[in-house]
């Protein structure tokens, strides 16, 4: 390998990490007109939202459901790209002691009040926090909720909205970030799978930034940054066998605080605020379980949550909305778990069998399935970069450089919207800066 450093050109921005944070700044940028570069260490797009083949199966490696509307959708919209989605029909139902409860028809009442006298209460609840009028910060979802009701149903329809969001339990999700998401921000109403896997989206959004004068390096990791007065002057790129030093206007990072932190060069940030990159953001982690069966296991095509169980929060079947997704006679499914805790050490084996105990027990078909992948996510490589409630700010003690993604999201807020946020709001700053 060279390890000759050679000189490239300059980009007004450049981004680091092309997950959907990151794509989602670099799209915005490119359709105002600025030469960007997104380097990507993998070989792919999506960062933890992107897709593997296995066995001939399209396989998503994190998320599944994308947001319709909003702030999302409107990112592909400026480039021209359209949003390859199908929705299914109904979007969510529940899956509670062997029947399916589709919500849309009755409402959070509904549901409650199908296990609970205090559904009023709990309803009322909600009302105020679409008021304003929330919760303290210390307070967690569950110990909210047992000012409420002891019943271990709600409970669980709690914990699991809550390891399905969020990726942790409900006694490590503060109430508040609970309460905004779902009382305030309209919570995860429209969404819809790509039938060439999430990674599909990300493809057609990077053609887009490539059709509007950006560029996109895979297989290029960010080795160092270089600073002068309190920006980012350089970054030194390996791509192609070569490290190149690129000079940058602005910098975008979508690898979270805390591995922008380590990077060499990174100590201009100061001492305080890369204690506080190492120590304040919460990584949330899940189990994602890939299966195929020859027959169907419920009859839904969009995602289920359940009431009690020991680890499984949701489920879908794919192939309902997407057939493509998997070889003709398979129904492809994908099921979710959360370990507990979700946030801290856990033993890896007795979580993951944990999570089938579940499948086994909800779907006698299950021991007939043909397993595809069992991929924790933790550690370096999370289901959230922090959970909510302990983000970071996008602002860096260096002038023109934001963070995007799920460890800096506003309060509340999750999923790949959440994401598409972060990469708005990093976008214009970037480029109110170069209009300076």
């Not at 899956?95 to 959070?108: E, F, L, Q, R, S």
């Not at 390996?238 to 605080?257: C, F």
């Not at 033993?347 to 069992?374: T, Y």
């Amino acid at each position: 390998m060279n390890t000759q450093t050679q000189a490239a050109a300059r980009f007004d921005a450049v981004v680091i990490g092309a997950g959907a944070g990151g794509l989602s700044a670099a799209a915005r940028l490119a359709a105002a007109g600025k030469k960007v570069l997104v380097a990507e260490r993998l070989g792919r797009l999506g960062g933890r939202a992107s897709s593997e083949q296995i066995d001939g199966h399209i396989v998503n490696i994190g998320a599944i459901a994308i947001e319709r509307g909003g702030i999302f959708e409107e990112t592909f919209d400026l480039l021209g790209v359209p949003l390859d989605l199908r929705e299914p029909n109904p979007a969510t139902v529940f899956y509670i002691d062997g029947k399916v409860i589709n919500v849309a028809k009755g409402g959070w009442g509904m549901l409650l009040g199908t296990f609970t006298k205090q559904a009023a209460k709990i309803g009322a609840k909600f009302a105020d926090a679409r008021a304003g009028d929330l919760p303290e910060a210390k307070l967690t979802t569950k110990q909210w909720l047992e000012q409420y009701t002891k019943n271990e149903t709600v409970h669980a329809i709690f914990r699991n909205l809550c390891a399905a969001i969020f990726a942790v339990n409900s006694d490590e999700l503060p109430a508040r970030a609970f309460l905004v998401y779902f009382a305030q921000k309209g919570a995860f109403k429209r969404f819809g799978f790509c039938p060439r896997g999430t990674v599909g989206l990300w493809n057609d959004l990077g053609d887009g930034i490539r059709r509007a004068g950006g560029e996109i390096w895979l297989n290029a990791p960010v080795t160092a940054l270089h600073t002068e007065n309190g920006r980012v002057t350089a970054l030194d790129i390996q791509y192609e066998g070569v490290a190149k030093r690129v000079e940058a206007g602005t910098v975008i990072s979508n690898i979270g605080p805390t591995a922008t932190a380590a990077l060499p060069g990174a100590e201009s940030f100061g001492t305080d605020y890369i204690e506080q990159a190492y120590a304040k953001p919460q990584p949330a982690a899940n189990i994602v379980i890939n299966f195929t069966t020859r027959e169907r296991l419920l009859d839904v095509p969009g995602l289920v949550t359940f009431g009690k169980t020991r680890r499984l929060c949701n489920m879908g079947e794919l192939t309902a909305t997407c057939p493509e997704l998997a070889p003709p006679g398979w129904y492809q499914y994908v099921a979710y778990a959360v370990p507990q805790p979700a946030i801290g050490s856990f033993d890896e084996a007795v979580e993951i069998e944990e999570s089938l105990a579940d499948l086994r027990d909800l779907f006698p078909g299950f021991k007939e399935a043909k397993m595809l992948s069992v991929r924790v996510m933790r550690g370096d490589w999370p289901a959230q970069r922090s959970c909510a409630g302990y983000d970071m700010p996008q602002d860096t003690p260096l002038a023109n450089l934001w963070h995007v993604g799920d460890a800096v999201k506003d309060y509340g807020d999750g999923g790949t919207q959440a994401c598409a946020y972060t990469g708005r709001e990093a976008a214009q700053k970037a480029l109110a800066l170069l209009a300076a």
